[in-house]
């Protein structure tokens, strides 16, 4: 077949010559009720080959202000019936793309992108759906999302807009599924990019047009792609295309999608200059979910002045899902201080982060009920010239470095109304940790309101019902001891001595005075003696519990809390 043109619903595509081997055209057969048998999506179960193939395809399209010309290479599709293209392959493929970007200030401008691929190799093409989309809307059968094409392929990705350079070793997919729309896609196409200002329009045909935007967006099924080694070359903002290059590289990306649920991954990524760089080995966001955010924004862009001024922008919130970073490395140079001399030695920044892990689930109101947040080994070392007092106490205790970590992790018990104190921890290598965890009652959705009114008389009606501390040396007091000794000329033995002659004295008197203390004092006296791991619970012996009002009355004499409490404390 020579000199062919297809004219489509957003361009052309063309090929001077085209093979197309045992080709076979089914007769017409009587449409569902309701339908066209001659229809394109029909003509095109109708059609079916064995094999066709063109040395060059060249697809050109006009999307808003976007124009782009694609052309592949030797193209072949195989396997074609039922409106299906069993595999296909291309042996390379090119992009020559004209659209209006941002530039740094935001400004939009005109930009010129080429862009290549080498072998593009994928199977089950689903054509007569694909062609649904943009000629039908969804039926009564159309209620799931339905597989569009299979496993994908696509090697040796390049794009540049000549300033800045991107590349990926491979793309790949293992399908994508879509939902048939409300109304033919290329309608929606139609008016959405008739549509120049639409600050121009009435609330009511604003909101439509949102509406329409979001269609698509709720095409998407279950589909996932995959971007192996990513490469990017571009130019610092602040010294433009002459100066120093940032280069970044990633080993692995992965998103999964389905309609407003997102999951996406990283693995492998390093980014920096000539004066440094920043390396993170993993990175996810899983159960992302911004349905509330669409629902929202679908219902302010029908507002007037008047209405957006009542709107509850918690409603634009999105669950946040749970996040993680792994295998963080920075090592840069300081910035420069302008109104400061520069150091001989440049200063860096340098620090590590094993893991960091956040969870922000369970919203209510846009709010999380449900907190979890863990820090794991955040290293930084001890300059051995910095004048700051925390790394100058740490020099004096020989620490090269000082790893932090940190947990929260909290949750409302909605159906009992509690707050549940899961873990409130900090520790520290070589030093020891401390933690808490309780329990809260009259924790209700006053609280998750945002109106302050309500959350602060909710205040009054907190209850705290147990609480427990453990606090666990593992060089804390060695430590706290040796930096007294040295900064008031005392042996270690001596302050150690000191401090439990003083321990001994003083807190057995407190515990004389105050009898239901006697338990929590000899663990406390054993712990400074022999420092391991120290563990006091006190709960509330009233079936209030211990309310805002208790602590008012006790602000002049806490030691009244204490007819009110059961206190409960070991130390191994």
Do not use: C
Request: charged share 25%.
């Amino acid at each position: 077949v020579k000199s062919i043109d297809i004219e489509v619903p957003t361009g052309k595509i063309s090929m001077d010559d085209a093979r197309i081997e045992n080709a076979v055209f089914e007769r017409p057969k009587p449409a569902p009720t309701g339908g066209n048998s001659n229809s394109l999506p029909r003509r095109l179960e109708r059609f079916g080959a064995t094999r066709i193939s063109t040395p060059a395809l060249t697809f050109t399209q006009s999307v808003a202000a976007t124009e782009q010309t694609t052309v592949y290479k030797n193209l072949a599709l195989s396997d074609i019936a039922g409106g299906r293209i069993g595999h296909y392959s291309i042996e390379s493929g090119s992009y020559d793309i004209k659209m209006k970007l941002p530039d740094a200030e935001g400004a939009m401008k005109d930009s010129h992108i080429v862009a290549s691929t080498g072998t593009i190799a994928g199977e089950s093409i689903d054509v007569a759906y694909l062609a649904r989309f943009y000629t039908e809307k969804a039926g009564p059968e159309d209620k799931e999302a339905k597989p569009l094409y299979g496993p994908l392929s696509i090697r040796a990705v390049t794009l540049t807009d000549g300033t800045a350079h991107f590349s990926y070793d491979e793309i790949r997919s293992d399908g994508f599924a879509a939902r048939m729309p409300a109304e033919p896609l290329s309608e929606t196409l139609k008016a959405l990019t008739a549509t120049q200002n639409p600050d121009e329009l009435s609330p009511q045909a604003r909101q439509a047009l949102f509406a329409k935007a979001v269609s698509i967006i709720d095409m998407i099924g279950n589909s996932n792609i995959q971007l192996i080694g990513f490469k990017i070359d571009v130019p610092d903002e602040k010294q433009g295309a002459a100066g120093k290059r940032v280069k970044a590289t990633i080993d692995r990306m992965d998103m999964k999608m389905d309609s407003r649920k997102l999951d996406i991954g990283m693995k492998g990524m390093s980014i920096g200059d000539e004066d440094g760089k920043m390396e993170v080995a993993e990175a996810s966001l899983t159960g992302f979910d911004w349905s509330s955010t669409l629902k929202g924004m679908s219902d302010i862009v029908g507002l007037d002045e008047s209405e957006m001024e009542t709107f509850a922008f918690n409603r634009l919130i999105p669950e946040f899902g749970r996040m993680h970073l792994g295998g963080i490395n920075v090592d840069f140079a300081a910035p420069e201080n302008p109104d400061e001399e520069a150091p001989a030695k440049p200063e860096r920044i340098k620090l590590s982060l094993k893991n960091f892990d956040m969870g922000l689930t369970k919203p209510y109101n846009g709010i999380p009920t449900d907190i979890e947040i863990r820090q794991e080994d955040l290293t930084l070392p001890v300059p051995a010239d910095s004048q700051e007092d925390i790394f100058v106490q740490a020099r004096k205790l020989g620490l090269e470095t000082l790893a932090v970590s940190y947990g929260l992790s909290a949750g409302w018990d909605e159906p009992n109304s509690n707050l549940v104190i899961r873990d409130i921890s900090l520790s520290s290598k070589d030093i020891g940790s401390i933690k808490f965890s309780g329990l809260a009652s009259g924790f209700t959705e006053e609280f998750f309101s945002f109106d302050i009114n309500r959350a602060q008389a909710a205040l009054f009606g907190l209850a705290g019902r147990e609480l427990t501390l453990t606090v666990k040396d593992e060089g804390l007091v060695a430590k706290a001891i040796k930096l007294y000794a040295l900064e008031n000329n005392m042996s270690e033995d001596q302050v150690r001595a000191m401090l439990t002659l003083v321990a001994g004295m003083m807190l057995p008197q407190l515990a004389a005075d105050q009898p239901k203390l006697q338990n929590a004092v000899d663990a406390l006296v054993k712990f400074i003696s022999k420092p391991g791991t120290l563990t006091v619970t006190v709960k509330s012996t009233g079936a209030n519990g211990l309310g805002m009002f208790d602590l008012i009355a006790a602000s002049d004499n806490p030691m009244l809390l204490l007819d009110k409490v059961d206190i409960q404390a070991t130390a191994e």
